[in-house]
C-alpha cells in the first residue's frame, strides 16, 4: 500500500454538494479539503471485527425459520487495492431493503410489506485471493422523496475495511439494465459518467447456481484512479 495518498481517488468520488441531491446542501463540507499526510495509525489499523464473524452470516436468507420472498442471488467479486492487487481480510458488512423495497428500520414508511423472514444485514471476510461472496435476495425498488416521482434503484449498500484506515469504503452496487439508475441523483453523483458505472455488478452466468440462484460480479477498488465511488 502507497504512503502517498492517491489524489486521483477523489476524482472517483461523487459531488459534496450535489443540487440534485437534496439532503447533501446541509451536510457537505463548505470549504475545500485538506489531504493530510498519512501516519502510522492510518496505514496499520484500526481493523474492526473481523474476529467475529461466524458462519452463516454471508448467507442473508437463512437468518430466520422460513425462506424469504423474492429472487435469491449470488454475489461475489474481488477487493483490491489502487495497483489491482487483491486485499484479503477485508471485512464487508452488507444491508439492503427486501425485494418489496422495505428496510428493517424505524423511519422506512414506505408502505411495502416487510418479510419477516429477512432482515436485510450481514457479513463476510475476504479469502487470501481478495475473494468474497454473499448469498441474498434481489432488493425491490423503493420511493425516497427526494424529487417528484423520485425512486431509488435496486442496490445493496456495503462497507469495506481493509488493511488500514485509508483503505476504508462505504458504497452501494447496482443492477445492470436498471432504468432507474439514469434518474438516480445518488447513482449518478460522480461526475465522470464512466466512474458512475464502476457501481454497476456484471451478471455472471458461470457463477449461477442452476435451479438455485443467479449471480452478479462485483470488483471493488477501495482507492486510486479506479476506486469504486464512496456512498454519499
Not at 212 to 224: E, N, P, Q, S, T
Amino acid at each position: 500500500m502507497s504512503i502517498v495518498y492517491p489524489s486521483a481517488s477523489l476524482r472517483a468520488h461523487p459531488r459534496y454538494d450535489f443540487e440534485k441531491y437534496r439532503s447533501t446542501a446541509k451536510r457537505s463540507p463548505k470549504q475545500p479539503l485538506i489531504i493530510l499526510p498519512h501516519t502510522l495509525s492510518e496505514l496499520t489499523g484500526p481493523a474492526y471485527g473481523h474476529g467475529a464473524i461466524r458462519a452463516g452470516d454471508e448467507d442473508l436468507t437463512r437468518q430466520h425459520a422460513g425462506e424469504p420472498q423474492g429472487e435469491r442471488i449470488i454475489v461475489h467479486g474481488h477487493v483490491l487495492d489502487e495497483d489491482a492487487r487483491p486485499i484479503p481480510d477485508t471485512l464487508i458488512e452488507i444491508w439492503q431493503c427486501n425485494a418489496s423495497g422495505r428496510y428493517i428500520h424505524v423511519v422506512d414508511q414506505h408502505p411495502a410489506p416487510i418479510d419477516p423472514n429477512f432482515t436485510g444485514a450481514g457479513r463476510c471476510v475476504t479469502d487470501a485471493d481478495g475473494h468474497y461472496k454473499f448469498v441474498t435476495i434481489k432488493p425491490g425498488a423503493y420511493p425516497w422523496r427526494n424529487h417528484h416521482n423520485a425512486w431509488r434503484p435496486a442496490h445493496i449498500h456495503l462497507s469495506l475495511f481493509g488493511n488500514a484506515f485509508v483503505q476504508r469504503l462505504v458504497t452501494q452496487m447496482y443492477f445492470p439494465n436498471d432504468p432507474l439508475c439514469a434518474f438516480d441523483p445518488i447513482f449518478n453523483a460522480p461526475e465522470d459518467a464512466a466512474v458512475a458505472a464502476r457501481q454497476v455488478a456484471s451478471f455472471d452466468l458461470d457463477a449461477t447456481v442452476p435451479e438455485w440462484a443467479l449471480a452478479y460480479r462485483f470488483d471493488i477498488v477501495l482507492r486510486g484512479r479506479n476506486a469504486t465511488p464512496m456512498e454519499h
